[in-house]
Each structure stands twice: as structure tokens, then as C-alpha cells.
Nanobody, 122 residues
Framework: QVQLVESGGGLVQAGGSLRLSCAAS????????MNWFRQAPGKEREFVAR????????SYADSVKGRFTISRDNDKNTVYLQMNSLKPEDTAVYYC???????????????WGKGTLVTVSS
């Protein structure tokens, strides 16, 4: 059984920064690609960022490119999302997800966390 627990969300002013963490209870954490998604009120869940098993390869949604950075620590079974220059439109519940494949699609995720809320005030 895989358990993912996100943390680090909160209220921040526009232009500020937050760092999200996702701790995974899973055997062979390094054998999975890790992903961040978000879901704003009334909208569908959307891809934010993903990172390969070793951490060597990353991919970002255009809306966050240059502002967000995904990283992972395989010794700590944790993936991070550093979010800088936050905008009100970044307000959403942020979810981490585990995937075997390399895909930005929600349907291709194997396990999900319960999410952490990020609110960016203007």
C-alpha cells in the first residue's frame, strides 16, 4: 500500500514563495516517477510538474515554468515543489502522485495524496 502525505501549503501574498513536500510511504521510492498536480475551485485537476526516478529529468506546465521547481530526495522518500513568484491564479489544492510511466495525465497516475491547500492573495 502506498501512502502519500503532502504538507507545506498555506496562505501567501502574491509574489511570495512556498515549498511543498510530499512524503511517500512506499517500498522502492526511487523506482517511481513523482508528480505534482493542482485543482482550483470549479476546475479540473491539472498537471504542474513531474520528476523522473533519479531526479535527472523534470517537466513543467507552461503556466509554472520558470517559477516552480520540483526536486526529490530518494533517501528521504520525499518530493518537493518550490514555488516562487506566486500569483493568485496559483491558488489550488496541490496533490502529489506516483506514476510508473512518464505522463502528465491524471489517468496515468497510480496513487494520489490527499492534497494541501495553497492560497495566494492579491
Amino acid at each position: 500500500q502506498v501512502q502519500l502525505v503532502e504538507s507545506g501549503g498555506g496562505l501567501v501574498q502574491a509574489g511570495g514563495s512556498l515549498r511543498l513536500s510530499c512524503a511517500a510511504s512506499v517500498r522502492s521510492f526511487s523506482s517511481y516517477n513523482m508528480n505534482w498536480f493542482r485543482q482550483a475551485p470549479g476546475k479540473e485537476r491539472e498537471f504542474v510538474a513531474r520528476i523522473s526516478r533519479s531526479g535527472a529529468t523534470t517537466s513543467y506546465a507552461d503556466s509554472v515554468k520558470g517559477r516552480f521547481t520540483i526536486s526529490r530526495d530518494n533517501d528521504k522518500n520525499t518530493v518537493y515543489l518550490q514555488m516562487n513568484s506566486l500569483k493568485p491564479e496559483d491558488t489550488a489544492v496541490y496533490y502529489c502522485a506516483v506514476s510508473n510511466g512518464w505522463s502528465p495525465l491524471t489517468i496515468d497516475m497510480n496513487y494520489w495524496g490527499k492534497g494541501t491547500l495553497v492560497t495566494v492573495s492579491s
